[in-house]
């Protein structure tokens, strides 16, 4: 994905069915498998909201995933690169790459 000036834009919380929150539905986690998504969330890439992504896969419009920022604070990861989300504490979404895999699978 390439960034168009909008990679700091995050969305302001978790969506109701983001599945970052511990009360989202069980296995909804569209093309990814959970050990992907935790993959994904351990590294340094931006997560694009689900909400806002396009077909395209470019990232005009989009917003990064709060849910997936706060996950990868309540785990004490924060990315290296300055333009990917930085989440807060958030006792509504996992805290750990265990928790997420065996809700989800």
Known sequence: MEFDGNENVVTTRPCNDCPWRRNA???WLGPMTANEWVTLAHSDEPIACHQTITEDNDWLG???CAGAANYRRNICK???DPGVARGE???NVFASPVEFI????
């Open 25 to 27: 539905t069980p296995g």
């Open 62 to 64: 989009v917003f990064q």
């Open 78 to 80: 924060l990315p290296r």
């Open 89 to 91: 504490t958030d006792e």
């Open 102 to 105: 065996e809700y989800h699978t």
